[in-house]
C-alpha cells in the first residue's frame, strides 16, 4: 500500500472558516451600508485623543 495519506478534514476546515469570514464582512459591509458610511475600509470614528490634545 502507498504511503500517501490525504487530510481532507484539515481542507474543509480551512474552507469553513474562509466561508465564516467571508459571511462576517458581508454582514459588516451590510451594517456599514445601513449606516450610511462612505468607505467600507474606513473603521468608525472611536475616539482618538480626548482631552490630550487640549492646552491650558
Not at 24 to 46: C, E, H, Q, W, Y
Amino acid at each position: 500500500m502507498s504511503d500517501n495519506v490525504v487530510d481532507f478534514e484539515s481542507k474543509k476546515q480551512g474552507q469553513l472558516l474562509k466561508r465564516k469570514e467571508a459571511k462576517v464582512d458581508a454582514i459588516r459591509r451590510a451594517f456599514r451600508l445601513a449606516r450610511g458610511d462612505t468607505g467600507p475600509d474606513k473603521p468608525a470614528n472611536k475616539g482618538g485623543k480626548r482631552g490630550k490634545s487640549r492646552s491650558k
